[in-house]
């Protein structure tokens, strides 16, 4: 997936340099909410056959028995807190993300609709907390989007039946919209998935459809990192919503893989294309800031910078964040907030 660090950097970024910052958009408005205790658990949509339970799926650590519906779902992530609310569950439990900051809008947005303010978390500065978890006597622990997994399954196992990946290397590796089936089949709600992946596949078509002039254009995505400026659309990348709303990689991106995927300041013209992208996740943390690049002699001589076909995709609304790790809750919104920013910048405005 297109990613910008692994989950403990995202958190750090988040909470460094976005005040609390990493969709269900176009879904619902704001607004206020009831105890999250009264509708913590509780499932929307039709409910699964009883012929459908009992459910057990094979994970790398084991198998999972899934003797009945679940109605209380604790997560482990704040992706696998995307796809239960995506799929129109409010958590019993989830790791604080936001350390207490802002809840992303997406996010707030879907909890919303769900009648619930917010969600009852736990910290998670040191990992997972599984008293905190134990204490809510889940029904059923989602764990589709974590890298502690190796370490944490034997203590999850007891708590809860813990849905997870078939392959350790699937916590790099697997789409959002598999995450989202295979917890959908140990919930019964694989309608309901089916429904969200549908409607985010018409969010970006749409997307595409209302604006032609992004097909066939080249891009270049670019992140500063602390370490490094990285070039992070490299040729065998998931491009995200980048290529499925109708842009294309440079053939610059065939010199760049995940190990290799720095670009020095001597060689800034290796960003050059029709669109250049650049967000900024670590604030002051960066290797160098917005101005300080855009002072940079070098960089104010591309031809995509000359033409104002470049644009930054801000952090502060965690729309960055999204961006390197889209999931199922977050990918409309995704698709609402980046479409103007690409507009503007295809448009050279």
Not at 137 to 149: E, K, R, V
Not at 220 to 246: C, K, N, R
Request: with cysteine.
């Amino acid at each position: 997936m297109n990613r910008l660090a692994r989950p403990a950097a995202r958190r750090s970024a988040v909470r460094t340099l976005i005040a609390a910052a990493a969709a269900a958009t176009l879904l619902v408005g704001c607004g206020g909410g009831k105890d999250e205790k009264a509708d913590a658990g509780k499932p929307s949509g039709a409910a699964a056959p009883a012929a459908a339970f009992p459910v057990t799926l094979t994970n790398a650590w084991g198998k999972t028995e899934v003797e009945k519906k679940p109605l209380k779902v604790a997560t482990v992530s704040d992706g696998d807190t995307s796809i239960a609310l995506a799929l129109g569950l409010v958590p019993v439990i989830t790791p604080d993300v936001e350390d207490g900051g802002p809840v992303p809008e997406y996010k707030q947005r879907a909890l919303t609709k769900l009648g619930a303010g917010k969600l009852k978390t736990y910290d998670d500065t040191d990992g997972t907390d599984f008293e905190a978890i134990a204490a809510e006597a889940p029904d059923i622990i989602l764990g589709m989007n974590t890298w502690s997994m190796d370490t944490d399954y034997a203590k999850l196992a007891p708590i809860a039946p813990v849905v997870t990946f078939t392959d350790k290397k699937h916590a790099d590796t697997l789409t959002w919209q598999e995450r989202l089936k295979n917890a959908a089949k140990a919930l019964g709600m694989t309608a309901e998935a089916d429904k969200v992946i549908a409607a985010n596949g018409k969010a970006i078509a749409d997307a595409a459809a209302a604006h032609p002039e992004f097909k066939g254009k080249t891009y270049t995505y670019a992140v500063v990192h602390p370490e490094q400026l990285t070039f992070m659309s490299y040729a065998d990348q998931d491009p995200g919503i980048f290529e499925q709303i109708g842009l294309k990689k440079t053939a610059k991106a065939a010199s760049y893989s995940a190990d290799k995927n720095s670009v020095s300041l001597e060689n800034l013209d290796e960003l050059e294309a029709d669109v250049l992208l650049m967000t900024y996740p670590f604030g002051d943390n960066g290797l160098l800031s917005a101005s300080e690049l855009e002072s940079n002699k070098l960089f104010q001589s591309l031809t995509v910078v000359k033409g104002k076909h470049y644009a930054v995709i801000p952090s502060e609304n965690t729309l960055s964040s999204a961006v390197a790790y889209p999931d199922a809750l977050s990918f409309p919104w995704i698709v609402e907030k980046l479409t103007p920013i690409l507009a503007k910048a295809v448009a050279g405005k």
